[in-house]
Nanobody, 126 residues
Framework: QVQLVESGGGLVQAGGSLRLSCAAS????????VGWFRQAPGKEREFVAV????????NYADSVKGRFTISRNNAKNTLTLQMDSLKSEDTAVYYC???????????????????WGQGTQVTVSS
């Protein structure tokens, strides 16, 4: 069973930046698609970004495309999300997610098929 621990959340003004990190233990992230989801108050959890298990391909929600960058370091078993030009609508709890099956093709993650971290709060003030 993989354990995922997010860090880097906090309070930032609109237009600012934050960098989220996710550290995995209990299992290597190599060969697994990994990504980020978020959940705002009163809303369903939504997909944010995913990176392929090789790290060569990424995919983003339209709402964050061009502002967020996902990356991974398989040697360190970590995942990051660089968030720039933050908006108030980016306020949410952000969750690290890892695919439950290795070596799957395609650049997406299904919420029903991932393991989750505990989440980290990101608050963007306008």
């Amino acid at each position: 069973q993989v354990q995922l621990v997010e860090s880097g959340g906090g309070l930032v003004q609109a237009g600012g930046s934050l960098r989220l990190s996710c550290a995995a233990s209990g299992r290597t992230l190599t060969n697994y698609r990994v990504g980020w989801f978020r959940q705002a108050p009163g809303k369903e959890r939504e997909f944010v970004a995913v990176i392929s298990w090789r790290g060569g391909s990424t995919n983003y929600a339209d709402s964050v495309k061009g502002r967020f960058t996902i990356s991974r370091n398989n040697a360190k078993n970590t995942l990051t999300l660089q968030m720039d030009s933050l908006k108030s609508e980016d306020t949410a709890v952000y969750y690290c997610a890892v695919d439950q099956m290795p070596l799957r093709m395609g650049i997406w993650l299904h919420a029903a098929e991932v393991d989750w971290g505990q989440g980290t709060q990101v608050t963007v003030s306008s």
